[in-house]
């Protein structure tokens, strides 16, 4: 009993460190302030969850006091939006996928998210300037936009825009290599584009 308990115990605090955790595969939970009032929040989620589709994060959502509208995400390979309005088939997730989300709530609660990083995971871009909506791990060490242009440049990998969704504001917020990079902000999702044809994959650095 006495082992049961300290196991218990080390559940709680791994799930409990947050984002200021220092391994990348440790667990760890996180308050994501969505804008209401059907804003478009573009989310990058953990890439271990419990959710597998958009039914999952729809469902859970609203067990968090929240009313989504919808949820989507973006095939760069088609170029095409693919939507889930609480009905229907859900598409599945894909891991490292930032999705978009929409809540009705005109001033919502965050949303609590648990999750942990694979460390394993690689990201396959869609090259010739494809919009491709990436989560970037919650443990990465990239600060700027410009640090991930550089991530990208190491990898031989040619950027040509890494853009930013304000859902605050309701504005694109772009960086083209040069000028003031914006800062990244943890459990939000950015759009891509690269040059290559056929980009090599990526693993984006962590800690």
């Not at 693919?82 to 989300?101: C, H, K, M, P, Q």
């Not at 859902?167 to 800062?183: D, H, L």
Request: aromatic letters at 12%; hydrophobic letters at 45%.
């Amino acid at each position: 009993m006495r082992t049961k308990v300290v196991l218990s115990i080390a559940t709680i605090l791994m799930l409990i460190i947050g984002v200021t955790a220092v391994a990348s595969n440790m667990g760890f939970k996180i308050s994501l302030p969505l804008v209401g009032s059907n804003a478009a929040n573009w989310v990058s989620l953990p890439y271990f969850s419990s959710y597998t589709t958009a039914a999952d994060v729809w469902t859970d959502l609203q067990n968090s006091g929240l009313s989504p509208v919808q949820i989507s995400r973006y095939n760069a390979s088609i170029g095409q939006f693919v939507n889930y309005f609480g009905r229907g088939t859900a598409f599945t997730l894909v891991e490292g996928e930032g999705i978009l989300i929409k809540v009705s709530t005109a001033s919502p609660a965050p949303w609590v998210v648990v999750g942990s990083h694979d460390p394993n995971l690689t990201i396959h871009f869609v090259g010739s300037s494809a919009a491709n909506w990436f989560s970037l791990p919650y443990h990465k060490t990239a600060a700027t936009a410009a640090d991930v242009w550089t991530q990208l440049t190491n990898a031989n990998i040619t950027p040509v825009q890494v853009t930013r969704y304000n859902a605050s504001i309701g504005q694109f917020v772009n960086y083209f290599g040069r000028g003031t990079p914006f800062n990244l902000v943890v459990g939000e999702a950015l759009l891509i584009k690269v040059s290559n044809p056929t980009p090599p994959s990526w693993t984006p650095p962590h800690y």
